[in-house]
């Protein structure tokens, strides 16, 4: 890949719960994706401290994205760290967490260095120092809390500067979408951009066409926009809860009493088990021993034992991966056996597409209640909608696309890229930002 650089550089960097993109002008003037794991424009938002193989004195050996992956499957020693999105705006973001061999790391350099990586790709591709950078957003990183939400973009935007960007911006990342998908009109239009990724549901209403794409200003245009942190990641969490911890004694049942029914098994450790950016949390030796020690509170002593055989053997992603994966084909096919030999030889779990819709009822409804929200919010008709453009990962959920489509009967139903429409709409947006106002 070539492109035209200056000193004053820019790029637009996705970063998103699940995936991550970067795009940088090319030396045909257009925005392009940087090729950046395996020739892939996306990579997964994951990072793995490897820790097996280093002399006590070495920090351990970062590898991102398929290859964190690959290295946590394969069981090499470390800690992966994955949905990193997800602890901007909480009380982690500024805390430190163990990697292994005794080496700790604050979650908010974990975003650093990820962010750093991105760029190392991007100014590799274009051959020159990138120093300015807008970056994606979601309508809200934290709901219903505009203090926290605004000390989530401010800790984003310290990880980018921390990279060496000395200008960063920020764009909705629906309005990134819209951006994209308005490049290839012909009329104007009224269009519902749902952005539902992995962290957050996104959804703006916004007009679009010939006439005001070359707008740098785009407020007049945006109606109302609305958003939910609820999405793929959530939907993960709801099956794993559903279908494969019931066997390591979620809602399980302690020993029979003499004064009444046996009680249930304390809930907390299969929420933080079943949650991505939390997982990590269960392997320290405090939780670890905490959690030895609760096995009188088990009817079922096996239950109590493959739990200790997940978190002892750090088998909560692999188990996460497992419901993903589960969701995914239970949306495409209808039902799904879930073979869970890492926890038990043997042991296997089924979910049907009742099980899943039971499961996953209340999120999808509070999705699309963020979709209602946005119109009411706009003023506009629930048929007065023409397009509905869907874009982000978990938009290849059909369930969750039906329901959203339902609210608006009238919108021609259109797939941009999900992973890839918000990176080339914040590129495009970039690109008028910078270049054609001659600060690029």
């Given at each position: ?31 392009a994706?940087?090729?950046v ?6 990579m ?11 002399a006590a ?9 398929r ?6 499957t ?31 790391v ?21 051959g ?47 309005i ?60 993960d969490?709801?099956?794993?809860l ?15 009493r ?22 990590n ?56 056996d ?80 999900r ?22």
């Amino acid at each position: 890949m070539t492109a035209a650089a200056s000193p004053g550089a820019f790029c637009a960097i996705d970063f998103g719960t699940s995936n991550s993109a970067i795009a940088v002008p090319s030396a045909a003037g257009a925005m392009a994706l940087v090729p950046v794991e395996d020739g892939q424009p996306t990579m997964p938002t994951a990072v793995f401290y490897q820790v097996e193989g280093r002399a006590a004195h070495e920090p351990p050996l970062r590898l991102y994205g398929r290859a964190a992956l690959a290295a946590y499957t394969e069981g090499h020693e470390g800690r992966l760290m994955r949905s990193m999105k997800s602890v901007l705006g909480s009380t982690l973001a500024d805390q430190q967490t163990e990697v292994g061999a005794g080496h700790a790391v604050r979650y908010l350099d974990v975003v650093g260095g990820y962010l750093q990586h991105l760029k190392a790709l991007a100014e590799a591709a274009v051959g020159a120092p990138l120093a300015r950078a807008v970056l994606g957003r979601p309508v809200y990183f934290v709901d219903d809390d505009p203090a926290r939400d605004a000390q989530a973009q401010a800790a984003l935007e310290a990880a980018a500067r921390s990279t060496g960007f000395t200008e960063v911006s920020f764009q909705y990342e629906p309005i990134a979408a819209a951006l994209d998908y308005e490049q290839h009109l012909a009329r104007e239009e009224l269009v519902l951009v749902a952005d539902i990724g992995g962290g957050t549901s996104d959804f703006s209403l916004v007009r679009v066409g010939p006439e005001r794409r070359a707008r740098l200003d785009r407020r007049e245009d945006i109606l109302a926009n609305h958003g939910v942190h609820v999405a793929g990641t959530d939907f993960d969490r709801q099956v794993d809860l559903a279908a494969i911890l019931p066997f390591c004694g979620y809602r399980g049942l302690g020993p029979a009493r003499p004064d009444g029914p046996p009680r249930e098994v304390p809930s907390r450790v299969y929420f933080d088990l079943a949650t991505w950016h939390l997982v990590n949390t269960l392997y320290t030796r405090p939780r670890v021993h905490e959690l030895r020690r609760m096995k009188p509170f088990y009817g079922d002593p096996r239950q109590h034992a493959r739990l200790m055989d997940v978190v002892e053997h750090h088998l909560g992603h692999a188990l996460l991966a497992q419901a993903e994966a589960a969701k995914i084909a239970v949306a495409e096919g209808g039902s799904t056996d879930i073979d869970l030999h890492l926890v038990e030889r043997g042991l296997a779990a089924r979910l049907d597409e009742g099980e899943a819709a039971r499961a996953l009822d209340a999120d999808l409804e509070r999705i699309v209640t963020a979709a209602r929200e946005t119109l009411r919010a706009a003023g506009v008709a629930p048929d007065g909608v023409d397009v509905l453009y869907l874009t982000g990962g978990s938009t290849g959920f059909l369930p969750l696309v039906q329901r959203i489509a339902a609210a608006v009967p009238r919108a021609r139903p259109v797939t941009g890229d999900r992973h890839a429409s918000v990176a080339q709409g914040l590129g495009v947006h970039a690109q008028r930002l910078y270049a054609a106002s001659g600060r690029g």
